[in-house]
């Protein structure tokens, strides 16, 4: 009797545990579930977008670019200069001149031609930096790449480049800025000319 009473016992603790093990283990799931949904990105989102700051230009496209760009401020300097001439003459040229009357120990007529080519060479040394300003409005995209790409070049340049003091004032330093290199061939060339420069200046030939 004792037993019979044990094992029912025992058995109606089983059932309950089953009955309520089920809904707590579904409830465990979904759970589970949720929360990773909630943990995964979803396609699309800024965590899985790969950064575009990273690409860089090779070394024969910036040369490249390098060289187009010189080409613009070149260009440029150009009309800057013309413009410079039209419109120094147009002044100097509308202003009273009195021949007996010099001006800083000057003919006027000689002073004011002086002025007219100064304000020629201001606008050729202006050109360069507006042709690079429309260069870089005309080419927004690449522009903060070919920014980086020249402080390397830079490096690059200063550390192979003659050692200023070495210079003689008779014979500068060739393209000591590296301004004239467009490709790798004159990137090449232009470190033998350093080289060759070096040579002459520690050993002189006797």
Not at 70 to 88: E, F, H
Not at 96 to 123: H, N, Q, R, W
Not at 156 to 163: F, G, K, P, S, W
Request: hydrophobic share 35%.
């Amino acid at each position: 009797m004792a037993n019979t009473l044990v094992q029912s016992n025992a058995l109606r603790l089983s059932q309950r545990h089953t009955i309520t093990s089920k809904p707590l283990k579904s409830f465990i799931r979904s759970r589970f579930k949720s929360t990773k949904a909630e943990k995964t990105p979803t396609p699309g989102t800024d965590s899985t977008q790969v950064p575009t700051t990273s690409q860089r230009l090779s070394w024969p496209e910036y040369l490249k670019i390098r060289k187009q760009r010189r080409t613009w401020q070149n260009v440029m300097a150009i009309p800057c200069s013309i413009l410079g001439l039209v419109g120094g003459a147009s002044y100097f040229g509308s202003l009273e001149t009195d021949p007996t009357k010099p001006i800083l120990g000057i003919d006027p007529f000689m002073f004011y031609g002086i002025c007219t080519v100064a304000t020629t060479g201001s606008g050729y040394l202006v050109g360069p930096s507006i042709g690079n300003a429309v260069w870089r409005l005309a080419h927004r995209r690449i522009a903060p790449m070919v920014d980086a790409q020249d402080r390397v070049f830079y490096k690059h340049i200063a550390r192979n480049r003659v050692d200023p003091s070495l210079q003689n004032p008779t014979s500068p330093i060739p393209d000591f800025y590296g301004e004239k290199i467009g490709s790798l061939s004159q990137y090449r060339q232009w470190l033998r000319d350093q080289a060759k420069y070096k040579k002459r200046m520690v050993l002189p030939e006797n």
